[in-house]
C-alpha cells in the first residue's frame, strides 16, 4: 500500500471472499495516528541495516535479535558495534554482534520441506526470498556523550545502524603506540594499548594458548613494538627460541602474511643475549653476548631448600648451618663492615634474600666442617680463605647448637650443594653479577638465555634471582623518580614456559618461592614492572597465578576443562567468543585488555624479526 493512500473498503477476491467490515480499518486509522501516522524512510534512516525484533519466550537480558534485508548482512558481521535508535522513548544505546549473521528464509522455517527439498535439488529459482538475522549484546546507553549501564531495552523495530571503523576504535578504547593486529570483521581497525596507560604496562598479562596457536608471533611481536615505544624488556627465554629475534624474518610464509598487513621484516634494535657463565647460548653469532653469574647471597635461604627439594631433616640441617655461617661471617669481620652494612642488616628479610657477602662456597665449608666436627673425624681446611684455620671457632659455634649427628642427612645436604657449586654459575669471578641497571634501561631488550643449563632447578634459580633484582632495582628507581615529579621507568618481564616455574605442583613445593613472586606481582604494579606469563600449558597454572592476570591474549586452546577454568577467572569475555578459542586459526586470538572497552577477536600481526624455532 502506498503510504497516505486510503485503504480498499469493499475489495473482494469472489463470492466466497466478504469484505472487511469499516470499524476495522477505523480501528486501525486511530492506532496508526496515534503512532504518529504512517511511517516514511526519512533520510536519518537511510543508513540504517536492520530493526530490532520483538522479544520471544527465549529471550535474554542484555541481548536482543536484530533483523537485516539480505542485502544489508555483509554490514553486521561477528564483532560489528551498532548503534541503536530507540526513537520512542528517546534513547540510544550501543551493542555489538556476538552472533551471526544468520540467513533465514521469508515466511518459512529453514527446515520447511520446500526449503529443504529446493536446496538439495539444486533449484535456486524455487528458493524463497531471505533475510539476515543477528543476535546483538547491548554494552551500554548513551547519555551526554558518557556510555552508562542500560536501564532499559530498546524497543522493537528501533533502527540499527552500523558504526564506522573510526566511531568503533572511539569506543572500543583501542587506540594507542603499540600494536597487536587488527580486529575481525574491521580490516581497517587496529587494536593497539598506549604504553603509558597503568592499566595496561604495569599490570600483567598472560599469553596462553597451544602449541602452533600463534604464541611466538605475539611475543616476538610485542617485544619488537614495545622497543620501538621506549620500554624496557627482558625476557626469560628457556628454549632460546628468540634468541635470533635481532634480524628480520626470512620465513617465506611470514613474509608473504607481512606484505598482506603492509608491514615490513625487521629485527629487534637493541638486543643483548645474556647467559650464565660455562653455558652457551643458541645464537652464538649474536653480536651482543653478556655471560653472568648468580649472585648466592641473593637468594632466600628458604627458596634455595625449596628449589633444591631438601628433605625435612635437610631443610633442618641447612637452616642450622646457614646460622653458624651467618654467625662466622659477623665475627670474622667479613659482614657488617660498618654503619652502613648494620643498616643493612636490621633491615634484612631473610624470606626475600640470603644473608649480604654470603656465599655458596661460604656455606658449602660451614656444612662440611659441621659434618666432620660431629662425626669426629679430622679437620680439613676450608676452600674460602676466610675460614681457614678456624675450626675452634666452627667448634664452639657446632657447641651452641643442639645439631643432629646422623651422619646420612649431613652427607646428603653436602652432595646437592656440591652439585650446586660444580655448575660454577654462582659467585663466579670470571663473570659479573645481572647488571638490573642495564635491563631497565628504556628501549633496551635482554634475552635472558637459560636454553643450555639442562637444569629446571638452575632455571629456576636464576628467575628467582633475576625477578627479585628487578624488583629492587626498579623500587629504588620508582622513588628516585618520584623525587623528580617524574613516571619511573617502565619494565617488562616475560617468562616463557611460565608453566616450569609456576605450576601448582612447583608453588606446593615452592610457596616461598612463589610468594615472592606474587610480593613482585602485587608491588610491581605502582613501579611500572609488569609481568608477563606465557604457556602452551595453561592447564599447569594454579588459581594463584591466574589471580595475577588482569590482560589476556588467547590464542587457540583446545581442552574444554582448561576453557571452563579460565572462564571463571577472567570475566568479561562473552559466550560467542569462548566458543570461538577452540577452533581459532593459527595468529587468532582473543584480546582481553583493562584498557579496551570489551575483548576483541583479533587477527595479531605477523612478527617482523627471527624466531629459531619457528624457520
Not at 669481620?333 to 662456597?361: A, C, H, K, V, W
Request: proline share 7%.
Amino acid at each position: 500500500m502506498t503510504p497516505g493512500a486510503d485503504p480498499p473498503r469493499d475489495r473482494t477476491w469472489d463470492d466466497s471472499i466478504h469484505a472487511i467490515p469499516d470499524d476495522v480499518y477505523r480501528s486501525l486509522d486511530e492506532q496508526i495516528a496515534q503512532a504518529g501516522g504512517l511511517w516514511q524512510e526519512g533520510p536519518e534512516d537511510q543508513d540504517c541495516a536492520g530493526r530490532t525484533m520483538f522479544d520471544t519466550p527465549n529471550s535474554e537480558d542484555g541481548t536482543l535479535t536484530v533483523l537485516l534485508p539480505a542485502a544489508q548482512m555483509e554490514r553486521l558481521q561477528s564483532q560489528s558495534l551498532v548503534r541503536i535508535e530507540s526513537r520512542r522513548d528517546g534513547r540510544t544505546y550501543l551493542g555489538v554482534v556476538v552472533k551471526g549473521p544468520f540467513a533465514d528464509p521469508d515466511g518459512l522455517r529453514a527446515d520447511a520441506p520446500i526449503v529443504v527439498t529446493t536446496s538439495v535439488r539444486g533449484g535456486s529459482m524455487f528458493l524463497p526470498r531471505y533475510h539476515g538475522r543477528v543476535q546483538v549484546e547491548v554494552m551500554g546507553e548513551r547519555r551526554d556523550g558518557l556510555l552508562v549501564p542500560p536501564s532499559r531495552r530498546p524497543l522493537p523495530n528501533s533502527p540499527v545502524f552500523p558504526l564506522g571503523d573510526e566511531e568503533t576504535a572511539a569506543v572500543l578504547r583501542v587506540a594507542g603506540n603499540v600494536r597487536l593486529g587488527v580486529a575481525e570483521s574491521h580490516e581497517q581497525l587496529e587494536v593497539r594499548f598506549p604504553t603509558t596507560s597503568k592499566l595496561v604496562l604495569p599490570r600483567h598479562t598472560g599469553i596462553l594458548g597451544t602449541t602452533g596457536g600463534g604464541k611466538s608471533t605475539t611475543v616476538s611481536g610485542l617485544i619488537a613494538q614495545l622497543q620501538a615505544a621506549g620500554v624496557a624488556v627482558v625476557l626469560l627465554d628457556t628454549e632460546g627460541e628468540y634468541t635470533a629475534i635481532d634480524q628480520p624474518t626470512s620465513d617465506p610464509r611470514m613474509l608473504q602474511a607481512l606484505r598482506r598487513r603492509g608491514l615490513a621484516a625487521a629485527g629487534v634494535e637493541n638486543t643483548t643475549i645474556y647467559h650464565l657463565i660455562g653455558r652457551d647460548t643458541r645464537n652464538p653469532r649474536h653480536t651482543r653476548r653478556r655471560p653472568f653469574s648468580l649472585t648466592f647471597a641473593n637468594l632466600s635461604p628458604y627458596a634455595v631448600m625449596e628449589i633444591l627439594e631438601l628433605s625435612d631433616a635437610q631443610e633442618e640441617r641447612y637452616l642450622k648451618s646457614y646460622d653458624i655461617c651467618c654467625q662466622l661471617l659477623r665475627e670474622l669481620g667479613i659482614f657488617p663492615r660498618n654503619d652502613e652494612d648494620y643498616q643493612q642488616l636490621l633491615e634484612l628479610d631473610d624470606q626475600e634474600s640470603g644473608y649480604p657477602s654470603m656465599t655458596l662456597t661460604h656455606m658449602l665449608d660451614a656444612v662440611r666442617a659441621i659434618a666432620n666436627l660431629l662425626a669426629g673425624t679430622p679437620w680439613q681446611e676450608p676452600d674460602t680463605p676466610e675460614f681457614r684455620g678456624k675450626e675452634e671457632h666452627f667448634a664452639r659455634l657446632v657447641k651452641q647448637h643442639n645439631l643432629s649427628k646422623h651422619a646420612a642427612s649431613w652427607n646428603a645436604l653436602r652432595g646437592k650443594l656440591r652439585r650446586m657449586q660444580r655448575l660454577r654459575v654462582f659467585d663466579n669471578p670470571q663473570a659479573a653479577s645481572i647488571p638490573y641497571a642495564a635491563l631497565a634501561t628504556p628501549g633496551s631488550v635482554a634475552i635472558v638465555d637459560l636454553s643450555d643449563t639442562d637444569s629446571p632447578q638452575i632455571n629456576n634459580l636464576a628467575i628467582a634471582e633475576l625477578l627479585r633484582g628487578m624488583h629492587e632495582y626498579q623500587d629504588a628507581a620508582a622513588r628516585a623518580a618520584e623525587q623528580r615529579d617524574a613516571p619511573p621507568p617502565a619494565v617488562v618481564i616475560v617468562i616463557e614456559e611460565a608453566h616450569e616455574f609456576l605450576s601448582a605442583e612447583r608453588i606446593k613445593q615452592m610457596p616461598v618461592l612463589f610468594q615472592q613472586v606474587a610480593r613482585i606481582a602485587r608491588r610491581g604494579r605502582k613501579r611500572w614492572l609488569g609481568l608477563v606469563f606465557v604457556t602452551q600449558l595453561p592447564q599447569h597454572l594454579p588459581d594463584e597465578v591466574l589471580g595475577l592476570i588482569n590482560n589476556w591474549v588467547l590464542h587457540k586452546i583446545s581442552d574444554a576443562s582448561t576453557i571452563n577454568r579460565l572462564q571463571r577467572a577472567i570475566g568479561g569475555i562473552d559466550q560467542a567468543l569462548w566458543g570461538r578459542i577452540p577452533s581459532l586459526a593459527p595468529g587468532q586470538a582473543v584480546v582481553s585488555f583493562q584498557g579496551h572497552a570489551r575483548p576483541l577477536l583479533v587477527t595479531i600481526d605477523p612478527t617482523p624479526c627471527r624466531l629459531l624455532m619457528v624457520e
